[in-house]
T-cell receptor, first 112, second 113 residues
Framework: NAGVTQTPKFQVLKTGQSMTLQCAQDMNHEYMSWYRQDPGMGLRLIHYSVGAGITDQGEVPNGYNVSRSTTEDFPLRLLSAAPSQTSVYFCASSPTGGAEQFFGPGTRLTVL | AQSVTQPDIHITVSEGASLELRCNYSYGATPYLFWYVQSPGQGLQLLLKYFSGDTLVQGIKGFEAEFKRSQSSFNLRKPSVHWSDAAEYFC???????????FGTGTRLKVLA
């Protein structure tokens, strides 16, 4: 099993550009989530999904969209990148509510 | 409000010394409790978890954690630290039956040779 994979590993955007961060898992997990990690702030939940076709907002959803058309994939879209979105983004999956999460290797995003 | 507190932002220990990283949570019931480790440039890896039962749980890499209900704490310990343990450690809570998780802000561990 590859576990949770994320692409790209690094990305530089200009303010106003849009892009999609990819996340996939091969463990047939129901729950998937996106976090951003900023120094001194731990991980903050952006969006999450409890199954295909079901998504909801987390703590910091503004400026991001998600969709879940399949169990495996959970892409995160930045609509119009801003410097405040410079961060490291992690995707995670979990077999069920409250269980441990499995994390991808992260995407380091810089917005100029 | 539910919260997770890791009061130590940085901790420095000598190789071979013992380690304790603190974690306190605020919640009306007992949540699911986790410790994750993040090496530089890497994702988070689960060290150990507590759902119920024995309050002393063993994890990978020689780590253990003790759940103390009366103190709402879940401190991580290791009897003898190795240089490879230098990393950032995150405490997290999950809420059974929901998909809500809260992470602490992390403790960065430095190990002196």
């Amino acid at each position: 099993n590859a576990g949770v994979t994320q692409t790209p590993k690094f990305q530089v955007l200009k303010t106003g550009q849009s892009m999609t961060l990819q996340c996939a898992q091969d463990m047939n997990h129901e729950y998937m989530s996106w976090y951003r990690q900023d120094p001194g702030m731990g991980l903050r939940l952006i969006h999450y999904s409890v199954g295909a076709g079901i998504t909801d907002q987390g703590e910091v959803p503004n400026g991001y969209n998600v969709s879940r058309s399949t169990t495996e994939d959970f892409p995160l879209r930045l609509l119009s990148a801003a410097p405040s979105q410079t961060s490291v983004y992690f995707c995670a999956s979990s077999p069920t509510g409250g269980a441990e999460q499995f994390f991808g290797p992260g995407t380091r995003l810089t917005v100029l | 409000a539910q919260s997770v507190t890791q009061p130590d932002i940085h901790i420095t220990v000598s190789e071979g010394a013992s380690l304790e990283l603190r974690c306190n949570y605020s919640y009306g019931a007992t949540p699911y409790l986790f410790w994750y480790v993040q090496s530089p440039g890497q994702g988070l890896q689960l060290l150990l978890k507590y759902f119920s039962g024995d309050t002393l749980v063993q994890g990978i890499k020689g780590f253990e954690a003790e759940f103390k209900r009366s103190q709402s704490s879940f401190n991580l310990r290791k009897p003898s630290v190795h240089w490879s343990d230098a990393a950032e450690y995150f405490c997290a809570v999950g809420f059974g039956g929901t998909y809500k998780y809260i992470f602490g802000t992390g403790t960065r561990l430095k190990v002196l040779a």
